[in-house]
């Protein structure tokens, strides 16, 4: 323990930043960090932006904090305007929060709300991935599915109904196409097993973020879990908290899958980094029903106020003004061809994947049989120091219920210019030697074994 009040993790004392521009951060003793993993997925524009400083301030000159039953403001309702016109219209209501585990709150609440206020309270169940992440309080955490951080709380948390969701990497048995159907299989099961009528809604991560390494669910898949929504008249949740606001290329990452959910979150890109904001999108019928029958019975102090939303407001027209989706499609394939170079290296990389600027890679104890190191081990954490010192922050995660392996996300900000990727990648090519080395010289320094308990 270091002589500091803070205690967010176990493990040596974190160097002081100093300040920061663009993809760069300083320490206080000069030493500079490129940010490839945006903070924690979340300093989407990058570092000192003085746009968004504008912004914001103009509003501060103006009023930062209204309380929304109090006062409508301008900011509030365009940047609702913006999010409804990105679904063209289909999730045509909008309530914001602070943060992702407020957003995947408050969309359980209303689902379960809505279920009530059309007479069917007896459904009182979602479905959710195992691998997944969703969030840190006890609703969302009953929809993570990940052990390490279930554990001392599963007696407390209402879980959800935990299901399987296809993986690409691993299933060697048949094709992909058959692999995904014997999944949908085996999720239709659990979910009739439960009984139709007490199910409330499935809620999912459309691309994986820091549970699983970025792993890709696919467009069979995630269009199957939508059809199977319909069938058992439950409603389809997407967490975009991590993948939405371009994170992906595209303004959420269900619009590579032409699916629209009934119900969407998204959070860390949306404030970047400036401000916490969250915003919870949901189909006007949905939001209707809820206040015909007498309110929506949820609600945080900070949620929606006019700075907040101001920050939201600047950060997308800043993602429009530099064309960022287009930027993070073409950063994100010179970002994947330098990683898939890197892998080729080592037979300790098992998997390359990802969308736009989203990339995860998965390390594994043997490349043939893909077997994870052992957890104990910690190689996640271990060359994640390694990259630090080599100047490069990286977003690690351990052995995830022994389903896959350690890995590590790669997500620097989408403003991340071409020469910007290639320091990046030199970066990691030389925390990456110097991880083999260690390895083969079985030389690794220990890091903290405690979980995250944020990932
Ligand atoms: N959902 C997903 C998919 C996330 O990645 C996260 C955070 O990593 C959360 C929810 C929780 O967000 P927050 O940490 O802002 O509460």
Redesign the pocket.
């Given at each position: 323990m270091t002589d500091s009040p803070l205690f967010y993790q176990a493990g040596p004392a974190l160097p002081e930043v100093s300040h920061a521009d663009g993809v760069m951060l300083w320490d206080t003793q000069g030493k500079d960090y490129l940010d490839g993993c945006s903070g924690?997925?979340?300093c989407n524009l990058g570092h000192g932006r003085q746009d968004i400083r504008d912004a914001m301030l103009a509003q501060m000159d103006k009023v930062a904090f209204t309380y929304r039953t109090q006062f409508e403001s301008a900011p509030a309702v365009a940047l609702g305007h913006r999010l409804v016109e990105l679904f063209e219209g289909e999730l045509g209501k909008v309530f914001f929060i602070s943060?992702?585990?407020?957003?995947?709150e408050s969309a359980l609440k209303l689902a379960r709300q809505y279920f009530f206020a059309l007479g069917q309270p007896q459904r009182q169940r979602f479905v959710s991935l195992r691998p997944?992440?969703?969030?840190?309080?006890m609703g969302?955490l009953g929809m993570t599915g990940y052990q390490p951080l279930e554990a001392p709380f599963t007696s407390m948390t209402h879980a959800s109904i935990k299901v399987p969701g296809p993986d690409f990497y691993r299933h060697q048995e048949c094709d992909d196409d058959t692999h995904v159907d014997r999944i949908l299989a085996e999720t239709r099961s659990a979910m009739e097993a439960a009984g139709p009528e007490s199910l409330i809604g499935f809620v999912i991560?459309p691309i994986g973020?820091?549970?699983t390494g970025a792993r890709l669910l696919g467009k069979r898949y995630l269009q199957g879990i939508r059809a199977l929504c319909d069938e058992f008249g439950c409603l389809l949740i997407a967490?975009?908290?991590?993948?939405g606001v371009g994170r992906t290329g595209t303004w959420f990452a269900c619009q590579h899958y032409d699916v629209v959910p009934d119900i969407l979150?998204t959070?860390?890109g949306l404030g970047a980094g400036y401000y916490?904001i969250?915003a919870m999108l949901a189909r006007s019928a949905i939001v209707e029903t809820v206040m015909a029958s007498g309110g929506f019975q949820h609600g945080h102090t900070y949620a929606g106020n006019p700075l907040a939303c101001a920050t939201g407001l600047a950060v997308l027209e800043a993602i429009v003004r530099e064309d960022l989706l287009e930027n993070t499609r073409q950063r994100g394939a010179q970002l994947e061809a330098g990683l898939r170079r890197l892998a080729e290296r080592y037979d300790w990389v098992g998997h390359v994947r990802g969308a736009g600027l989203l990339w995860g890679v998965e390390l594994v104890a043997d490349g043939e049989s893909r077997q994870p190191f052992p957890a104990e081990q910690n190689r996640f954490a271990q060359i994640t120091a390694l990259a630090k010192q080599e100047g490069l922050l990286i977003y690690p995660r351990r052995t995830l219920d022994g389903v896959a392996g350690d890995h590590f996300l790669v997500c620097p900000p989408l403003t991340i210019q071409p020469e910007e990727v290639d320091t990046l990648l030199e970066r990691l090519a030389r925390a990456m030697a110097r991880f083999d080395q260690a390895l083969s010289a079985a030389d690794l320094p220990p890091q903290p074994s405690r979980e995250r308990l944020?990932?």
């Open positions: 924690a997925i979340s943060s992702g585990s407020e957003a995947v997944s992440y969703h969030g840190s309080t969302a991560e973020g820091a549970s967490d975009e908290v991590l993948t979150v959070a860390k916490p969250g944020t990932p």
